[in-house]
């Protein structure tokens, strides 16, 4: 496993850094927030223009006051500056915090909208999709929009304004100084160029670099159990090393061209304010330029080499921010296979009501992919009241006639009806609402065991959460924790037994009342104590209830109405037992199979485990 190679996924693709289209769709999740963003806006037109004053004031109070000799009006020159700090430091406030706490709001609607749409996506989605990417569109790159809102876009202006704006003032003060000062920019403009070009290139490396880290952990950290149990620490460690070398190493070439950029965008800063000192010292000797202005153009060019650094940064924000969004709307954009009718298809009143559960199935055909047919012209009936287990061996299609009733997935060919409506003409709220389903692998979250049993149906009673765990037996085992029934529930429910498990499940199904209920029985043997509570447990959950169940226990469907045998995709057989056992056909094998296995497994294990 940890030697698969980990294929890059489009995580790493570093596209254009400014894509109009994608831009577009951002400026639309900021509309609602124009009122903050256009006050930013204007702060930081005032910051930029309050920014080129201080050099100028500077120059003022040279030439005109120190220069002279002239001592009158100093003071109002330097309260004029003092009020410009001021103003400074309060439009820098407004705009920092303004457009941090839009890029918060804009990144909590974007959360919102990918999860209502993860929440919208069918199961089959789910198939294709590894958990760890998902969980990176809400996490990282809806981050590196965040940076996006809180400091590139906006911030951007605020360089190009200051930069054009010092420019300007430069050549209205004197245009030979300012092409003097100006002349750097060639160097600079290559410098940058480089460095853009080799930042990317390594930031791409890093961002593959952590996907690598991430698959590697995500992998190792769930399949803990099974390193250890094969013993396969330090091969994995020595994997772990490989990549986390990798990831060191593309870091540190990262910084290298960092540690070379930033200086040498200083010294050439430093190199055009020698240049400024050389000619305009000549020139302010000769008398052609005023020493005011001369400090002030040193003064200036201090100021102009900080947005290009900034600029060059937030290039990355920029590209990395459009990266992220292609992605995130890519996600938002994948279509919704499986939908609600329109309203008013649906509204019938056949559909609302809550039926008897009268279901079938009609020449079904599916499959999950392409035409790798899963299930083959399957047809059954399961009338109201009825009991109907569901047999057969190991990829059968059992968990897949659940699936397509629940609407999990779509059928190609076929009908499945309930109370003679076609399920897809039914809302999906509607339909899933009839059942209880008890599946295969049950899944905790995370909340106490009584949380768990209600599932966010308020309404459900303690007493009620209390007495459907007492009909499923569930109340032992539960009572027997330190918290009973207010016990946190831990990661998924790993410190609960898998029987523990089901019972809870059972709990669950019979607490919230389904019309119709589905099983699936876990694959996995019980000892025979916890079988019978079981096989107790689900005769109180079937009760005057239609039932769908998938039973890997014959003993289980023994006493059903109607048992389906499936094999290979394909509806085999179907009768009650005593009928199917003298067919003498798919069931009387798996029967006899069965029995001869429990007969081993009764007398090898002498001691059936307590609950
Ligand atoms: N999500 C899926 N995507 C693609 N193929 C699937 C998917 N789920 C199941 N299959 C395939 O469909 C077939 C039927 O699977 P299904 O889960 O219905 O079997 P089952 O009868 O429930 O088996 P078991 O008794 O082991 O639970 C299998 O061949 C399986 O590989
Ligand atoms: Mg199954």
Redesign the pocket.
């Known amino acids: 496993m940890a030697r698969t190679k980990i294929t890059l996924s489009d995580d790493e693709v570093l596209g254009k850094a400014y894509d109009g289209r994608l831009m577009r769709r951002l400026i639309g999740f900021m509309r609602p927030h124009w009122v903050a963003i256009g006050w930013a806006f204007l702060s930081i037109v005032g910051l930029s223009a309050l920014q080129l004053a201080p050099p100028y004031l500077t120059k003022l109070a040279i030439d005109e006051h120190i220069a002279t000799g002239q001592l009158e009006g100093l003071g109002v020159l330097a309260s004029v500056f003092l009020t410009v700090l001021v103003l400074s430091y309060a439009f820098e406030f407004a705009q920092t915090y303004l457009m941090q706490v839009t890029g918060q709001r804009i990144i909590f609607d974007l959360r919102m909208r990918i999860q209502e749409h993860l929440q919208r996506l069918d199961v089959a989605f789910y198939?294709r999709n590894p958990v760890g990417r998902l969980m990176t569109r809400v996490t990282t790159d809806v981050d590196a929009l965040n940076d996006l809102f809180a400091s590139g876009v906006i911030t951007v202006f605020r360089d190009v304004f200051t930069l054009v704006g010092i420019a300007v003032v430069l050549f209205v003060m004197d245009w030979r100084l300012a092409i003097v000062a100006l002349s750097v920019l060639p160097l600079i403009a290559a410098v940058t160029q480089w460095f853009r070009t080799n930042a990317r290139q390594s930031y791409r490396e890093v961002r593959g670099w952590i996907a690598r880290i991430n698959a590697f952990l995500q992998e190792n950290i769930t399949g803990m159990a099974t390193v250890q149990l094969f013993r396969r620490e330090e091969r994995h460690f020595e994997n772990f090393d490989g990549v986390n070398q990798g990831h060191r190493d593309a870091n540190i070439a990262s910084i290298f061209y960092y540690a070379v950029f930033y200086p040498a965008i200083e010294i050439l800063g430093a190199l055009a304010i020698a240049a400024i000192l050389w000619f305009g010292g000549g020139w302010t000797l000769q008398g052609t330029l005023e020493l005011g202005s001369l400090v002030a153009f040193v003064l200036y060019s201090q100021r102009f080499f900080r947005p290009i650094q900034d600029l060059s940064e937030k290039f990355n924000v920029l590209q990395s921010a459009m990266a992220s969004s292609e992605r995130i709307f890519g996600l938002l954009d994948t279509p919704v296979a499986i939908v609600s009718p329109p309203t008013s298809a649906a509204r019938t009143p056949a559909t609302e009501a809550r039926g008897p559960g009268h279901i079938r199935f009609e020449h079904v055909w599916f499959a999950?992919?392409d035409e790798n047919w899963?299930l083959e012209d399957v047809s059954f009936e399961v009338a109201p009241g009825q009991r109907v287990g569901v047999v057969?061996a190991?990829?059968?299609?059992?968990?897949?006639v659940i699936n397509l009733l629940m609407r999990f997935y779509d059928i190609q060919r076929g009908r499945i009806t309930i109370d003679g409506v076609d399920i897809r003409e039914l809302p999906l709220d509607t339909l899933r609402a009839r059942f209880g389903l008890v599946l295969?692998d049950v899944y905790l979250f995370s909340g106490t065991v009584a949380d768990n049993v209600r599932l966010g149906r308020e309404s459900i009673s303690d007493e009620e959460v209390r007495r459907a765990a007492e009909a499923v037996h569930a109340d032992r085992f539960i009572s027997a924790l330190p918290d009973g029934y207010q016990t946190a529930v831990a990661e998924r429910g790993a410190t609960f037994s898998v029987g523990q498990r089901q019972l809870l499940s059972f709990a669950r199904a019979l607490a919230h009342d389904p019309a119709v209920l589905v099983l699936d029985e876990a694959?996995s043997s019980i000892d025979t104590g916890t079988e019978r509570l079981i096989q107790d447990a689900l005769h109180v959950l079937m009760a005057d209830r239609t039932t769908i169940a998938?039973a890997?226990r014959l003993s289980t469907v023994q006493d059903m109405d109607q048992i389906l045998v499936?094999h290979k995709g394909r509806l085999r057989e179907q009768g009650s037992h005593q009928e199917l056992l003298a067919h003498r056909g798919l069931y009387h094998t798996l029967y006899e199979l069965q029995y001869r296995d429990q007969e081993l497994a009764v007398t090898s294990s002498p001691l059936p485990a307590a609950t």
Do not use: I, L, S
């Open positions: 198939d999950y992919r899963v057969g190991t990829g059968a299609g059992k968990t897949t295969q694959t998938v890997h499936f």
